[in-house]
């Protein structure tokens, strides 16, 4: 078993739990929480001949593509919904000048 530790105040349960489910042909995770602390414990699957380092880096990879995923995402949220509001914004004044 693998298991590292993670900070909650820079990576989100969120993230772990994605970084998880790609990991999921090599390895179960669970995830569990000490204090501010957030424990993932890496089992490889049954006959899983991978090295048990490049398990737990490609988890790590995982978890930081995630948190930069996430990061991004609250970054361009108010500029994708400015986008989707005059978007639908325009959509529904076509539709109310045609039904006029």
Not at 74 to 96: D, T
Request: hydrophobic residues 40%.
């Amino acid at each position: 078993m693998i298991t590292i530790e993670f900070d909650e105040s820079v990576h989100t349960l969120d993230a772990l739990n994605a970084a998880a489910y790609r990991l999921v042909d090599a390895a179960s995770c669970q995830i569990d929480r000490s204090g501010n602390k957030l424990l993932c414990h890496l089992t490889p699957k049954d006959g899983e001949k991978s090295d048990v380092e490049v398990i737990r880096m490609r988890f790590l990879d995982y978890v930081t593509d995630e948190s930069v995923r996430e990061r991004l995402t609250s970054k361009v949220e108010p500029v994708r919904n400015l986008i989707l509001s005059l978007a639908f914004g325009s959509l529904a004044s076509q539709s109310n000048n045609k039904a006029e």
